[in-house]
């Protein structure tokens, strides 16, 4: 399909570092057809001349993504209002929690179609904080002006409702999360190596089970040999859930973990692993790492929660425990190790398939598309 009625498309999010990572596929499909696509987020260079690599054009705004000081917030809506009047985008897609927010106010104050992602909800709607009680209330006014809006999981959009942030009948879709590039990421299940090689990917915050996972480390290598558990992802120093470096420096000193830094490579480091595991208990949208995984036909262990529910068929591709039980954690990690070869291909070959028939990103981008013209 050729798609003519759209030309100036403004891709939105909270970082660059997000855009590039999760929304790749996405800005190269929309290139591809003929559009101009302009990214605006905070400035990263690094991950803006990526952009621009993939041809994109980049406008650089702040955004306090952890802050609670109305004044900065508003800040942030003049920045959006200013540069939509610059830029004249014909459709905006919004990703991550403030830019749902103040970019559809700027977007519809300048006669843009408003297309947001809700991709997880945090701990914004669990909070009764007044600063939580005020984001409810701009999701209730924002929301609703919104000419299309995606959802990663079915629990968020009945936690929509019964907040009453109203939807618009057919005006709202459940998407398998950002879907994940299959090409990018191949089947590589078999394991080559006699340790078994775990592996965490997330951003370094506490309520991602990081804490959960080194405590479940250290008990397993007291109990058994030839075990390896990795870290992988930002310390995001911006947030105030965050795991210090310090603190990581600890355990990996003590030999629980290793830390992995970041990459933008991830399934180079996917390929040399046994087992993915985020024991969060965060209000995911649906985990991208957990797609990824699976789809290299890993064996994932994540909690029988919001979002991570969703990238598991219990005992058939992976494992789920209970979220901040350490005790379960434990027992369903010994699960894995229980695995025998043959068993781990199987399990492999059934998450691979699982991604192919569920999650694959051709049909996120085709959503997407669809959304595009209304």
């Not at 190269?28 to 003929?34: L, S």
């Not at 694959?360 to 085709?366: I, R, Y």
Request: hydrophobic residues 45%.
């Amino acid at each position: 399909m050729v798609f003519k009625l759209v030309r100036k498309i403004v891709m939105s999010a909270n970082t660059a570092w997000y855009l590039y990572n999760f929304r790749q596929g996405t800005i190269r499909e929309f290139i591809g057809a003929g559009h101009s696509v302009c990214a605006v987020c905070p400035s990263d260079e690094k991950y803006m001349d990526r952009l621009r690599e993939l041809g994109c054009a980049v406008k650089p705004i702040s955004i306090s993504r952890s802050g609670k000081n109305p004044l900065i917030d508003l800040w942030t809506f003049m920045q959006y209002f200013l540069c939509y009047m610059l830029v004249r985008p014909d459709c905006v897609f919004n990703f991550t929690p403030k830019v749902n927010i103040y970019s559809t106010f700027a977007g519809k104050l300048v006669g843009a179609r408003v297309v947001n992602n809700i991709a997880g909800l945090g701990t914004l709607f669990v909070n009764r904080s007044v600063a939580s009680k005020f984001a409810l209330v701009l999701y209730r006014l924002s929301q609703p002006l919104a000419d299309f809006i995606f959802f990663q999981n079915d629990d968020d959009i009945e936690l929509f409702a019964n907040s009453g942030i109203r939807l618009r009948e057919g005006r709202y879709k459940r998407i398998p999360g950002s879907g994940v590039d299959l090409n990018r990421f191949p089947y590589s299940s078999k394991r080559k190596q006699r340790t078994l090689r775990f592996l965490l990917v997330a951003r370094m915050l506490k309520e991602k089970g990081i804490e959960l996972y080194v405590q479940a480390a250290k008990i397993l290598q007291e109990r058994y040999s030839c075990l390896e558990f990795n870290l992988l992802g930002p310390i995001d120093v911006a947030n105030p859930s965050a795991v210090s470096a310090a603190q990581i420096a600890d355990w990996v000193g003590r030999g629980w973990v290793s830390y992995l830094g970041v990459t933008d490579d991830v399934s180079a480091v996917l390929e040399g692993v046994d087992v993915v595991v985020l024991p969060s208990y965060y209000r995911e949208g649906v985990p991208k790492s957990l797609l990824e995984a699976a789809a290299m036909g890993k064996v994932v262990v994540t909690t029988d929660s919001v979002g991570c529910r969703e990238t598991v068929v219990e005992g058939v591709t992976g494992f789920l425990c209970q979220p901040k039980d350490l005790e379960s954690l434990v027992c369903v990690l010994e699960s894995t190790i229980r695995l025998d070869s043959s068993e781990f291909e199987l399990m492999g070959v059934n998450a691979r398939k699982y991604m192919e028939d569920n999650f694959d990103e051709a049909c996120v981008l085709a959503d997407y598309k669809k959304a595009l013209l209304g």
